[in-house]
């Protein structure tokens, strides 16, 4: 969860070596590492009913989660701290100052939260029903916002929320916020290439970038490489990295030709400047797959981000080129064994020790709840768990979050 900005400029030498990439090599995940004893794993619900939690933590005990509340049409997202690494919780407070601005339906379109210099909190999501403005650009569209607030410099609430789209409007699927150390925060969402544009092969990836910790934007820019289309309903994913320079990643899903439904990753190492895009894992379907994916940095180890999402029902994950010189070389996507039916909406933990946890959702369709499962990886990517864990009661449009607990357990949340 993180922050978006722009970029057009594409150097031609990227194009080139993103084009010629190797394919991804899939392989199937080996039953548990020997002798090892895997960290423990806690499951939280959220109060009030709460669904789709959104989670950052900084490593030093503070844990911020976001959560949906209400009517999933039409209702409110929460927020709560935990300064103790996850073991009590101050009181919800609630995040957007529109009443009824959010919305649950379709578990894409919810919020992203992103924690960026200082410890402050960034927050996007779709607007509801409940919120439109006019399209600057034509008078007589209606369209829906995306919304955006921080919280307030002493931390007590957040600061009312405002549009961030300046011309390329039409969401559907959710978008995503990045944030890094240095003040700059990233916008992200998917969006028809101009008014007159049709279908998802016109779609685009916009980025507006915030160079002052969000007090302003500049104007969106499409940073997509290779225009390809996006899947009108899935979500995207950013995500800045550790460290002084703060490397920016875009996951999304492409819809080039209406069935290559394939996963993409864009990489900025100039801070938003120019991009790089690889295919990382190809779907062919003729519809709508309504995905969701992650990001996580794993800081016990340099080569340290790792990327999750879902393909073909199944739940895949892999560690990402640390350079571009990393880049045209194939990911070994990992495939946990033992996953369930329809297995989305993957999320990633690390605890200081360099393991791992991923978590998903299973069994879930619209308007229908389901199930949670999970496995844990060692620093060396190798399972821990015989078979995966799980846990029942996902409840309708929810999602799954976690978190590294500070013994270095986990915790899920849902």
Same mark, same amino acid.
């Given at each position: 969860?993180?922050?978006?900005?722009?970029?057009?400029?594409?150097a031609?030498?990227?194009?080139?070596?993103?084009a %010629?990439?190797?394919?991804?090599q899939?392989?199937?995940?080996?039953?548990?590492?020997?002798?090892?004893?895997?960290?423990?794993?806690?499951?939280?619900?959220?109060?009030?009913?709460?669904?789709q939690?959104?989670?950052?933590?900084?490593?030093a005990?503070?844990?911020?989660?976001?959560?949906?509340?209400?009517? $999933?049409k039409?209702?409110?997202?929460?927020?709560m701290?935990?300064?103790?690494?996850g073991?009590?919780?101050?009181?919800?407070?609630?995040?957007?100052?529109?009443?009824?601005?959010?919305? @649950?339906?379709?578990s894409v379109?919810?919020? =992203?939260?992103? &924690?960026?210099?200082?410890?402050?909190?960034?927050?996007?999501?779709n607007?509801?029903?409940?919120?439109?403005?006019?399209?600057?650009?034509?008078?007589?569209r209606?369209?829906?916002?995306?919304?955006?607030?921080?919280?307030?410099?002493?931390?007590?609430?957040?600061e009312?929320?405002?549009?961030?789209?300046?011309?390329?409007?039409?969401?559907?699927?959710?978008?995503?916020v $990045?944030?890094?150390?240095?003040?700059?925060?990233?916008?992200a969402?998917?969006?028809?290439?101009?008014?007159?544009?049709?279908?998802?092969?016109?779609?685009?990836?916009?980025?507006?970038a915030?160079?002052?910790?969000g007090?302003t934007?500049?104007?969106?820019?499409? +940073?997509?490489v290779?225009?390809?289309?996006c899947?009108?309903?899935?979500?995207?994913?950013a995500f800045?990295?550790?460290?002084?320079r703060?490397?920016?990643?875009v996951?999304?899903?492409?819809?080039?030709?209406?069935?290559?439904r394939?996963?993409?990753l864009?990489?900025?190492?100039?801070g938003?400047?120019?991009?790089?895009?690889?295919a990382v894992?190809?779907w062919?379907?003729?519809q709508?797959?309504?995905?969701t994916?992650?990001?996580?940095a794993?800081?016990?180890?340099?080569?340290?981000?790792w $990327?999750?999402w879902? %393909?073909?029902?199944?739940?895949? &994950?892999?560690?990402?080129?640390a350079?571009?010189?990393?880049?045209?070389?194939?990911?070994?996507?990992?495939?946990?064994?033992? =996953?369930?039916?329809?297995?989305?909406?993957?999320?990633?933990?690390?605890?200081?020790?360099?393991?791992?946890?991923?978590?998903?959702?299973?069994?879930t369709?619209?308007?229908?709840?389901?199930s949670v499962?999970? =496995? +844990?990886?060692?620093?060396?990517?190798? @399972?821990?768990?015989?078979?995966?864990?799980?846990?029942a009661?996902?409840?309708?449009?929810?999602?799954?979050a976690a978190? $590294?607990?500070?013994e270095?357990?986990?915790?899920?949340?849902?």
């Amino acid at each position: 969860m993180n922050s978006h900005f722009h970029a057009r400029f594409i150097a031609l030498g990227f194009a080139l070596l993103m084009a %010629t990439a190797a394919p991804a090599q899939v392989t199937q995940q080996q039953p548990a590492v020997a002798s090892v004893s895997a960290p423990t794993v806690r499951i939280m619900r959220l109060p009030a009913g709460g669904v789709q939690p959104e989670i950052v933590s900084d490593g030093a005990g503070n844990v911020h989660v976001v959560y949906f509340t209400g009517d $999933a049409k039409a209702g409110n997202l929460m927020y709560m701290k935990s300064s103790d690494g996850g073991a009590t919780f101050s009181t919800p407070i609630r995040v957007n100052s529109i009443d009824s601005s959010a919305l @649950a339906v379709g578990s894409v379109r919810g919020s =992203q939260l992103a &924690l960026g210099r200082g410890g402050r909190i960034h927050v996007v999501w779709n607007a509801s029903g409940a919120v439109t403005m006019r399209d600057p650009q034509d008078k007589s569209r209606s369209e829906t916002p995306l919304l955006y607030t921080r919280l307030s410099d002493d931390g007590s609430a957040f600061e009312p929320e405002r549009n961030i789209i300046g011309s390329h409007f039409g969401l559907d699927g959710g978008a995503a916020v $990045a944030a890094d150390r240095n003040g700059r925060v990233y916008v992200a969402w998917h969006a028809p290439a101009n008014a007159n544009s049709h279908g998802e092969q016109d779609r685009r990836v916009w980025m507006a970038a915030s160079t002052d910790d969000g007090t302003t934007f500049g104007a969106e820019k499409a +940073i997509d490489v290779q225009s390809r289309g996006c899947c009108a309903c899935c979500g995207l994913t950013a995500f800045c990295s550790p460290g002084e320079r703060g490397d920016v990643h875009v996951l999304y899903r492409t819809a080039e030709q209406v069935v290559h439904r394939d996963m993409h990753l864009l990489i900025s190492r100039d801070g938003g400047a120019t991009f790089s895009q690889t295919a990382v894992d190809p779907w062919e379907a003729g519809q709508c797959v309504m995905s969701t994916a992650a990001f996580v940095a794993d800081e016990s180890k340099s080569s340290g981000v790792w $990327a999750a999402w879902e %393909t073909r029902g199944t739940a895949r &994950l892999a560690r990402l080129p640390a350079s571009d010189n990393d880049a045209a070389k194939a990911l070994e996507i990992i495939k946990p064994a033992g =996953q369930g039916d329809n297995a989305k909406h993957p999320v990633l933990a690390v605890n200081d020790r360099g393991e791992m946890l991923m978590a998903w959702t299973e069994g879930t369709a619209w308007a229908r709840g389901g199930s949670v499962a999970w =496995q +844990i990886y060692d620093r060396n990517g190798k @399972a821990m768990l015989e078979k995966p864990g799980s846990a029942a009661d996902l409840p309708v449009w929810g999602l799954v979050a976690a978190f $590294a607990a500070p013994e270095g357990g986990f915790v899920i949340v849902y």
